[in-house]
Structures are given as structure tokens and as C-alpha cells.
């Protein structure tokens, strides 16, 4: 008997007392399997990252979890394990097919410096104060808007939960508070 084949019964068998409840030869069977995936993988993606390299272990080894029920004992397991890696791979080169397609490749990002001069669209409202003030003369529904969206940074859906408007009046109420917060400061 071969070595491969030996592995793949044992690996058969941690998998079938695995199906029947084991705790322990479950979780020895995942620590091995993710040893051979993650071999396989750098076999045939010796491109990939680290980082990647483990992205797909990782989806292999959910994978063989969510599906672990339909794996027939009687029927050799490497192969079973190959097929669901080798689909894992394939759904991860369209992934990254996908993000690469909308992707902007910068050589150099912005740098940004902690004097306050050099950030001039950050100190656009010198006055804290005079923000504070103009926010208190807001309606109160664009206040509370812009309180929960902007301040609290809360999503649409968080701020709607929170407030009882819909998104679409939230979206309005922050729009005006800020058309009226620019044209408050702007004459102070």
C-alpha cells in the first residue's frame, strides 16, 4: 500500500468518525487536511502571497465543513478534499479578477503631515465654537441628522433605526443642515 493511499484512509476514516460525532478526530482532521492544502495550494498558485495562500486554506477547511455530511467513507478522500480546494482556488482567482478590474494601482500614496498648515481642507472652519453655535440654530430634524451621520457616524440604516425617519428624509435633513452650516459660517 502506498503512503498517499494509506494517508487518504486514515484521513477517511478521521473524516467518517468525524461524521459520527468526534470531536478530536474532527479537529485532527481539519489540522492535517489544512497541511495538504496548504501545500497544494503553493504547488499550484507559487505566485500567491502568504496571506493569500492562507485565505484559500481557510475557505477550504469552511468549505469541508459546510459539507462535510456528504462525503462518502467508502470512497477515497484526497480526492474529494483536491476537488473542493481546486474550486476554492478557482473562486478566489475570480474574486481577485473582479477587485483588480475596479482597482486603481498607486505608485506612491498621498502623504499627509501633522503641521496643521499643510492640511488646509481639513482646517477649512477655524472655529470650533461658531460650528457648535450654528449647529444649535439647526431645525431640530437636521440637527439630529446630522448629529447621528456625521458626529456619530452611524450608518443610514443605524440612523434611521435610531431616529424613526426614513433614509431618504435623513438624507435630505443632512444635505440641508450642511447647505445651511456653509452658508452660516461663511458669513461669520
Given at each position: 500500500m502506498t503512503q498517499e493511499r494509506h494517508d487518504s484512509e486514515r484521513l477517511a476514516d478521521l473524516m467518517k468518525a468525524g461524521q459520527d460525532g468526534d470531536k478530536r478526530a474532527y479537529s485532527q482532521l481539519l489540522e492535517e487536511i489544512a497541511l495538504i492544502v496548504r501545500r497544494f495550494v503553493r504547488r499550484q498558485r507559487s505566485f500567491l502571497d502568504r496571506e493569500d495562500v492562507e485565505d484559500i486554506v481557510q475557505d477550504v477547511l469552511i468549505s469541508v465543513h459546510s459539507v462535510r455530511q456528504t462525503y462518502d467513507p467508502e470512497r477515497p478522500f484526497l480526492p474529494w478534499l483536491i476537488a473542493i480546494a481546486r474550486n476554492r482556488m478557482i473562486d478566489s482567482g475570480r474574486r481577485y479578477v473582479r477587485r483588480a478590474a475596479h482597482e486603481v494601482r498607486v505608485e506612491a500614496p498621498p502623504v499627509t503631515f501633522s503641521d496643521p498648515d499643510a492640511n488646509l481642507e481639513q482646517a477649512e472652519y477655524g472655529d470650533p465654537e461658531a460650528l457648535r453655535r450654528a449647529i444649535g440654530r439647526l431645525p431640530a430634524g437636521q440637527r439630529e441628522a446630522l448629529e447621528l451621520l456625521k458626529l456619530k457616524e452611524m450608518s443610514l440604516k443605524e440612523a434611521s433605526a435610531v431616529s424613526g425617519s426614513s433614509?431618504?428624509?435623513?438624507?435630505?435633513?443632512?444635505?440641508?443642515?450642511?447647505?445651511?452650516?456653509?452658508?452660516t459660517l461663511k458669513k461669520e
Open positions: 433614509v431618504a428624509a435623513l438624507k435630505v435633513s443632512v444635505h440641508r443642515a450642511v447647505l445651511s452650516l456653509r452658508k
